[in-house]
């Protein structure tokens, strides 16, 4: 007999994983802030908008980049995010701008 994990469709996973992203006000606010970006944002840039340090901003995109919502880029010696193109990204796109 297979586990429930196993027994679980794509989208319900997709629907837990968009969940989990946005279950965290300061991920939330990360990344409602890169997709109404037109340019990609360095961690102090996105840790001064969102008001906390660089240390937690970094913390939480790493997280992000870890589930695959965003990518970094090196700007120098700075590390710089952009949202991806994935389908987890753009369901948390529609979330959030439903929201808004």
Known sequence: MLS???????PERNAKAALKVLSN???????????SSS????????????????SHASHQLAYLEACGVVESVRDGRAKCYI????PLTQKLRSVIKSLS
């Open 4 to 10: 429930y994990k196993k027994q679980q469709k794509a």
């Open 25 to 35: 006000e300061h991920r939330y606010f990360i990344m409602k802030v890169l997709l």
């Open 39 to 54: 340019k990609d944002l360095c961690v102090h840039e996105l840790a001064e908008e969102i008001g906390i340090s660089q």
């Open 83 to 86: 949202p991806t193109d994935s």
